[in-house]
T-cell receptor
Framework: NAGVTQTPKFRVLKTGQSMTLLCAQDMNHEYMYWYRQDPGMGLRLIHYSVGEGTTAKGEVPDGYNVSRLKKQNFLLGLESAAPSQTSVYFC?????????????FGEGSRLTVL | GQNIDQPTEMTATEGAIVQINCTYQTSGFNGLFWYQQHAGEAPTFLSYNVLDGLEEKGRFSSFLSRSKGYSYLLLKELQMKDSASYLCAAMDSNYQLIWGAGTKLIIKP
């Protein structure tokens, strides 16, 4: 039972390049989330999805896009990377709706934008 | 605005007890969550409080006072493996989690 799996774990990009982070969960969870974590700050929600085919903006959505074509996968895209997007990105999933605050996190993806 | 406050860092001794406080201000309230995050790893769920009072789970307990907008996480019989950051998060009326910056707990032998 893998839980939540993120790929890649590490990536270095140049300003202006694009990339996609993949999140896969095998727990049949409805809700999925993308967060970023920066030093001295709390986790900030980028985008989330309440089910297959649906996405919604979180607290810091600018510069990111997402897709949830399959229930088990949630993709986060950066179309034109900027140094301000250097961060650790966490994908998470949760049951819905009664236990929506109990999140299961992936191991994180550390992104550096030069 | 919505805000979560918790101490940046705390130090405690192996075998002792430590209390990590968290105060919150949210638009509505649907629960208070604590997560543990070891350095370089993902956060893992520890506890959930939605009613006032103490919830005990082994060496860890979590307390909530909704009227005061206050919670604490109590760790007993500290072990070296408890060295980690502890994240407090409150759920608002839209069922969105508002996260604190975390409290780094250092355990000394």
């Amino acid at each position: 039972n893998a839980g939540v799996t993120q790929t890649p774990k590490f990536r270095v990009l140049k300003t202006g390049q694009s990339m996609t982070l993949l999140c896969a969960q095998d727990m049949n969870h409805e809700y999925m989330y993308w967060y970023r974590q920066d030093p001295g700050m709390g986790l900030r929600l980028i985008h989330y999805s309440v089910g297959e085919g649906t996405t919604a903006k979180g607290e810091v959505p600018d510069g990111y896009n997402v897709s949830r074509l399959k229930k088990q996968n949630f993709l986060l895209g950066l179309e034109s990377a900027a140094p301000s997007q250097t961060s650790v990105y966490f994908c998470a999933s949760s049951y819905s709706p009664e236990r929506v605050g109990e999140l299961f996190f992936g191991e994180g993806s550390r992104l550096t934008v030069l | 605005g919505q805000n979560i406050d918790q101490p940046t860092e705390m130090t405690a001794t192996e075998g002792a007890i430590v209390q990590i406080n968290c105060t919150y201000q949210t638009s509505g309230f649907n629960g208070l969550f604590w997560y543990q995050q070891h350095a370089g790893e993902a956060p893992t769920f520890l506890s959930y409080n939605v009613l006032d009072g103490l919830e005990e789970k082994g060496r860890f307990s979590s307390f909530l006072s909704r009227s005061k907008g206050y919670s604490y996480l109590l760790l007993k019989e500290l072990q070296m493996k408890d060295s980690a950051s502890y994240l407090c998060a409150a759920m608002d009326s839209n069922y969105q989690l508002i996260w604190g910056a975390g409290t780094k707990l250092i355990i000394k032998p």
